[in-house]
C-alpha cells in the first residue's frame, strides 16, 4: 500500500483497492507522519508469508519468536509483548527501514504480556520522531523485557522527559554491531538512555552519541553499564552534570578499547558555574567505575569539576594501559576530581591506579590530573603514570584536606606543569604522603614546590628507592 501526503495527514489519497471506508478503522488509532512526502510499509512475517501495511496488527498476530521484515516507513506508537525480531529492509525509496513516531507518543514499547520478559530484536531499522514529555522513553521503552540493537539499528530524534532515545527498567538492553542512539533529547536526565536497575552493554562499533538533556547527556544509569570492544559515548551534552554517563548507586566498566570521549557538561547561568563530570560523573557510595585493557576518558570537558571524570564518594579504578587523558576542568580535576567522607572513621571516595594505567595531559585550575577533597585515598601501584597535566596548583595531583596519597612499586609522576605551587604534587597541610618501592616524583615544574610541597605528612619507606628530585625548582630539603 501507499499513503501519499500532500501538504497535511488530512489530505490522504489512498491508492488501493476497495473503498476509503474500509481502511479508516485501520488507521484510526494512528497517526501517519505529516512530514513525509511519500509514505510506503510493508510488514511481511517470514514464518508464515503473510503480508501487511499495518506494522501493529503484524506485531499481534505474529507468533513467539517471529520474524517480521520491515520496508519503507512505517507508522509507531507499537507494543510488542512477546518474542519477536524486527528486521529492517532496504528499498529503493528508502535506504533504512523507519519506524515513526509521528511525534505524538512513544514509538515502541516493550512490556510483560504473553510473556513476562519479552526479547525484541531490532535489526538494521530506524526507530524516531517519539515523544513522551511526561514519562520515560521517546523512541523505546522496555519494561522487564531484553532488547538488542543489532546491525545499524539507529534509535534517533526522540524526545521524553527522561531517557530521550530509549527507556529501560529491570531489563537489559545491548547494542552490537554499529547501533547507535543519536541526537536524542531529554528534558531532565537521560538524553540518550535512562536505565532504571537494568544491564546496558554496548559492544562492536556501537554508540550513544551526540545526546542532550539537562543532566547525563548521554546516558543515565542507576544499574550496570558495559562498554566493550572499540564502542564509544561521544559528543553528548548536558546542562548541569554528567555529559557522557552519569552512573547513581551503579557501575560503568570499559573494556577492551572502549571510549568515552568529547563529552560535555555545563553553562553558565546568572547563578554561577554548573557541570560536574565531563565525560563521566559518578554519585554516592555505592558507585563503582572500572577501566580495563586500552580503553580511554578522553577529549571531554566539565565548566566546574571532573573534566574526565567526576568522582563523589564512589571507587574508580584504571587497569592495564586504560587511560584518562585530555581532559579539562575549569575549576579543579582536569582529569579526574573526587570527593569523599569520612563517617565514624569510614573512608570513602577512592581512585586507584594499577599496572601501565595513566592520567596524562589534563587541565585545570587546579589539580591538573588528579584532585581530591574529604579523606580520599589515591593510590599508584605497578607502572602507573600521572604525567604532562597542566594546573594552576598540583598539576599532577592536588591531595586535598585528610587525603591520603599511597605511591607504589614503580609508579611515577612527571613532567606535570603548574603556573604556581606544586608542579607534580600539592598537598595539602592536614593531608598523607606515602612513597614505597621505586616510586618517583621528577622531572615536573612550577614557580614554587616544582615537585611537591613540604607540608603535611610525607613518609619515605624503608625499602623506598625512588626520588622526588630532578624537578624546577628542585626545592625539596633533600635535594
Not at 551526540?210 to 544499574?223: C, D, E, L
Not at 621528577?442 to 624537578?471: E, F, P, Q, Y
Request: aromatic residues 4%; contains cysteine; neutral net charge.
Amino acid at each position: 500500500m501507499t499513503l501519499k501526503v500532500s501538504g497535511s495527514v488530512a489530505a490522504l489519497t489512498v491508492l488501493v483497492a476497495g473503498s476509503l471506508a474500509s481502511w479508516s478503522a485501520a488507521i484510526s488509532s494512528t497517526a501517519i507522519p505529516a512530514h513525509a512526502a511519500e509514505v510506503t510499509c510493508q510488514v511481511t512475517n517470514v514464518a508464515t508469508g503473510v503480508e501487511s501495511s499495518h506494522l501493529q496488527r503484524m506485531i499481534r498476530l505474529a507468533h513467539r519468536g517471529d520474524e517480521l521484515q520491515i520496508e519503507g516507513l512505517c507508522v509507531g506508537n507499537v507494543t510488542i509483548k512477546k518474542d519477536l525480531t524486527l528486521i529492517g529492509l532496504s528499498t529503493p525509496e528508502l535506504a533504512a527501514a523507519t519506524v515513526d513516531g509521528g511525534g505524538i507518543g512513544k514509538v515502541v514499547l516493550v512490556k510483560s504480556g504473553l510473556q513476562a520478559k519479552p526479547v525484541v530484536k531490532f535489526i538494521d531499522l530506524v526507530v524516531t520522531h517519539g515523544l513522551n514529555d511526561s514519562g520515560g522513553g521517546g523512541g523505546i521503552v522496555s519494561r522487564h523485557g531484553t532488547v538488542r540493537f543489532l546491525g545499524t539499528t539507529m534509535v534517533t530524534d526522540n524526545t521524553a522527559k527522561k531517557g530521550g532515545g530509549v527507556y529501560i527498567r529491570n531489563g537489559i538492553l545491548t547494542l552490537r554491531g554499529s547501533a547507535s542512539v543519536t541526537d536524542n533529547f531529554a528534558r531532565h536526565r537521560g538524553g540518550g538512555i535512562f536505565d532504571y536497575k537494568s544491564r546496558v552493554r554496548l559492544n562492536g562499533s556501537s554508540s550513544v552519541a551526540a545526546n542532550t538533556a539537562r543532566a547525563a547527556g548521554g546516558m543515565f544509569s542507576k544499574g550496570h553499564v558495559f562498554l566493550n570492544d572499540e564502542s564509544a559515548v561521544t559528543g553528548n551534552t548536558s546542562r548541569r552534570r554528567g555529559g557522557g554517563i552519569w552512573t547513581y548507586e551503579g557501575s560503568v566498566t570499559l573494556n577492551n578499547r572502549a571510549t568515552v570521549n568529547e563529552n560535555g557538561t555545563g553553562h553558565t547561568p546568572s547563578t554561577g558555574l554548573t557541570g560536574w563530570g565531563g565525560g563521566i560523573l559518578m554519585w554516592d557510595t555505592r558507585s563503582v567505575v572500572t577501566m580495563n585493557n586500552h580503553s580511554a576518558v578522553q577529549n571531554n570537558w566539565a565548566r566546574m569539576d571532573g573534566g574526565g571524570i567526576a568522582n563523589d564518594h564512589g571507587t574508580l579504578t584504571l587497569n592495564d594501559s586504560s587511560t584518562v587523558t585530555t581532559n579539562t576542568a575549569h575549576n579543579v580535576g582536569g582529569g579526574i576530581s573526587v570527593f569523599g567522607i569520612s563517617v565514624h572513621q569510614l573512608v570513602t571516595g577512592s581512585v586507584t591506579l594499577n599496572d601501565s594505567a595513566s592520567v596524562t595531559s589534563n587541565d585545570s585550575q587546579e589539580g591538573g590530573g588528579i584532585w581530591s577533597q574529604d579523606a580520599v585515598v589515591i593510590t599508584l601501584n605497578g607502572d602507573a603514570t600521572v604525567a604532562d597535566n597542566t594546573a594552576t596548583a598540583g598539576a599532577g595531583i592536588s591531595n586535598g584536606a585528610y587525603g591520603t596519597l599511597i605511591m607504589n612499586t614503580r609508579s611515577l609522576i612527571t613532567r606535570n606543569e603548574a603556573s604556581d605551587e606544586g608542579g607534580g604534587i600539592f598537598n595539602s597541610s592536614d593531608s598523607a604522603i606515602r612513597l614505597h618501592g621505586a616510586s618517583s616524583v621528577t622531572s615536573n615544574t612550577a614557580k614554587t614546590a616544582g615537585g611537591l610541597n613540604d607540608v603535611g605528612v610525607i613518609t619515605m619507606g624503608s625499602a623506598w628507592t625512588g626520588t622526588v628530585c630532578g624537578n624546577d625548582p628542585d626545592d625539596w630539603p633533600s635535594c
